[in-house]
């Protein structure tokens, strides 16, 4: 049964109109129990299963060549009961039975069955049988990670479609299948949580706060409309609706186009101040490709998103291939590497060794590196030390709050240097090291900063989160998290005044340096340069190219005065109508 005509007013955080059918997306980080299903559907449910026991043997079985290559054979051999595991007998039937005989799906039979024995052998008085439990749980969540792996879900479809959801995590937007997705309507996030940057970087439209009980109810056979600039969802629009979408799609589409043609042109304000425009990038994705759309450097590559396979963490060689790559297609051009960000909404269970209660305050970014996974973070360092030979490279330090952090980093990328040195093994001597500014306690002792930093870049999704103390993935507090806040405003304007007078370069890589209402008083308190997600390049070179310096410094000291972020962004938005009317509403 089809879900009845409705609109629903979401929060949009991915720009673009996507108009398909309903992908039901089921979360590998939810542990749901008691899903039922009918009996028509068992034969699917049993074929999901034994697909995913397949995929997990074979996953298995190359974890342990590979770890046979690196440990003792012994502890490489704890796969190897992972893998009697798989073929246990008494485990697949117990599975078997749950699905046909007691209907549930086989997510739901598997964590059942795996509760079961889990629990028999946690019972018994032997420490090696109680271990065996931890094997099975684990072995369990695999096998479930399998069966919900995004890809699999997604060969279920022939046409792309709409990915529904509750949550969706990082790692499982980025292992979606590019091809199958149209777009994304989910309940949790808003425009900085880590799915929607990823949705921007992949160009998909996306919108969060999805009511509940929409979500519950829709079905594969459900059609929506997700309007990702004013974040309405249509779900089984009318025939006149679609039309209308569609139109306003292409026309969309027809504004980047012509936009997209101008974007080589330099971002040049009309009183001839000129403005450094760089892309985010989450992955190895092409450099040629980013710089046709006006890029010129990379601004911030977010390297954590090359480590959320939980499965596999790279090592320093897989690291400093990447890196070479991206260096070499970036030639001259500037590119700035941030260190492992993990932490946060970006979680991965096979990094963070403690679970935290308050993961955007707890041991994130340089605090984990530092404190917790040293080893992680030396292997990076050493990995980008080798590929800086072979291009511009800036090294970007995240969640910086105090100085010690950032001189600690200093003397391990000393102590890396000699070690390389001594191996022989060549490398960049001499690659800027810059902090970013995200902590209101990084903000207010700039000037201190500002000695000893090569550069810093504004990290302003966080910035503004811990600055109004709003998380910034909770939709429930999203009234509250407003770049626009004087107090945001005067952090900045005190970051940069301090990064002018020790002459560093400052940035901001935030979601604000694509935000048309922000760009104005960004420019007006000094930035040199802004990086943001390729797409929105050629607008924000647009915006910058039809306004004056003179005016944005005039705009920025007003704002510096005004009561409100709605106060400061009404200053913005006016100007805007009157420089690009045709840009105002996107
Ligand atoms: C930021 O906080 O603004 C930032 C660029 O880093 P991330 O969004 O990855 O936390
Ligand atoms: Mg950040």
Redesign the pocket.
Known sequence: MRVPSCTVQAIPVASGIAIGRVMVFHSTSLPVKDIKITPAQKDEELARFHAALEITKVQLAELQTKLRAKLHDSDADIFEAHLLLVDDRTMISEVEKSISEELYDAESAIYRAVDKFAAAFSAVEDSYLQERAIDIRDVGSRIVGNIADAGQQMLAYDEPRIVIAPTLTPSETVGLNRDKVLGFAVETGSA?S?TA?LARSLKLPAVVGMPRDLLDSLTVADKLIVDGFSGKVIVNPDAATEEAYRLKQREAERIFRQLSDESELRAVTTDGFSVEIAA?VEASEDYNEIRRQGANGIG?F?T?FIFMDENHLPDEDEQFEIYKKLMISAGNDPVTI?TL?IG?D?LNSGISRTPEQNPFLGLRGIRLCLRERRDLFDTQLRALMRAGMHGNMQIML?MISCMDELRETRQIIESLKKELSARGVPFADNIPLGV?I?TPAAAMTADRFAAEADFF???????IQYTIAAD?SNERVGHLYRPGHPSVLRLIKYTVTEAVKQNIPVSV???IAEDMAMIPFLLGLGVNELSMSPGAIPLVKKLIRSCSMHECAELAEQAMLCNDSAEVMQLSRKMIHQRVPELADI
């Open positions: 900085t880590h940057i985010n911030l977010r954590e941030r960000d946060g970006k995240p970013m995200e870049s504004i990290g302003s999704n966080d910035l910034r890589c935030g979601q």
